[in-house]
Each structure stands twice: as C-alpha cells, then as structure tokens.
C-alpha cells in the first residue's frame, strides 16, 4: 500500500529487503502486528506486575523491551522465569531488564551437571548485529573464538556447548562478547540437583565499554 512507483526489489548479504522506485528504500519491520503492547503507568515509587499464561509444552524464545515515555525515567525491570513439574514448582530465576551493550564478558562453566545458558537480544529492527566472541579458559589463555548474527529485531538463546558457541566440556573460565550494534545479554548458570532437577540462576554480565581497571 504505496504511492511508490515500485521497479524491482532486491535483497542484501544481510537478508535486507530493499524495493526501487525512483529512490532504493530499505524495507523496515515496525515490530507491529507480531509484537503488540502494552501501556501502563508506575507512580513514583511504585510497581505493577504482569503474568504470562505459562502454559507452553516446549521451549519457546522471546524478547520484550521497555520504552518509557521520558529519556529521563529508567524505571529497573525483573522478569522471574518458573520451572514447574506437574503444578509444583521446581525453580525460578529473576532475570533483571539488562541495558545495551556492545562489548560484554561473563564467567562460564560447563561439566558434568553443569552448564551457562546465554540469551542475546538484537532490538534494531533496522540492521543485525555482528557480534563475535571468544572463550577464555581460567589460565587466562584465549583457545576458541568465533562468529554469530543476530537478525534484526530478532533473538539467540542456546547453551554454551551448543551451536553457535560450540564450547568445550568441561570448560571453566570467561566469554567475552563484541558487538556490532548494541544487543542486550542475559546468562543463565545450571545445575542438576539430587533429583535430577535442573536448577538456574542468573550470571553477572560485565559491561567492558563502563567498567573500570
């Protein structure tokens, strides 16, 4: 639904759409229809809450983002992620909203019972992230580096001796991130416990371009 004269279409390495018409114009997703949202309002010093159903019978990876109507107002955010078997709760983890980062790092473990899980989120619904990272073991010696693309507006989330990390097991020691565009990240360490239950918690993520010596 244009007034645009279109000519052609064309497509990037990227996967970017672009169409012709007298100017070559990039084709943008708006997030809208498969992102819907939801407005509310915090008073000073106050909260709200919202559920999800909670009911999916598999994996599922999603994103959501925060945008308050003042570039002054950071409001902090907190999302608890609930494991239950048959009604009863087995663990929950509090993930709290995370800023963007560009270069990030993050302690990693896996062995025997357990593992770090590592979700990244691209909100430029413009371009992708280029992010690439390397794996450094707990003698301080880098061993494993590699490259993934995120596409834009969309989201990663594996483990990290899973594609596209592909780490060693066992593995003790850091991952650190560089990205092409901000991106935020979110790492998660599990356990199995006596029951066989896997247990999460959240993992600190370092943000290189703010910290210190």
Partial sequence: DTTKQIMSFGIDEDGELYVVGGTVDRIVNTGAPSTPTTSFSINGGG????????????????????????????????????????????????????????????????????DTGVAIANPDMAQAAIISFKLTDSSGDGFQEGVLRIPPGGQLAGFLDQDPFNGPVPFNGSVTLSSSSPVSVVVLRGIINERSEFLTTTLPVVHLDESGS
């Fill in 47 to 114: 909260g709200t809450a919202f559920d999800t159903s909670g009911t999916n019978d598999a994996v599922a990876v999603h994103h959501a983002q925060i945008h308050p109507n003042d570039d002054d107002t950071k409001p902090a955010g907190i999302a608890f992620i609930a494991l239950r078997n048959q009604g009863v709760l087995v663990n929950e983890a509090a993930v709290p909203a995370t800023s963007l980062v560009a270069d990030a790092r993050f302690y990693a473990e896996t062995g025997a019972g357990t």
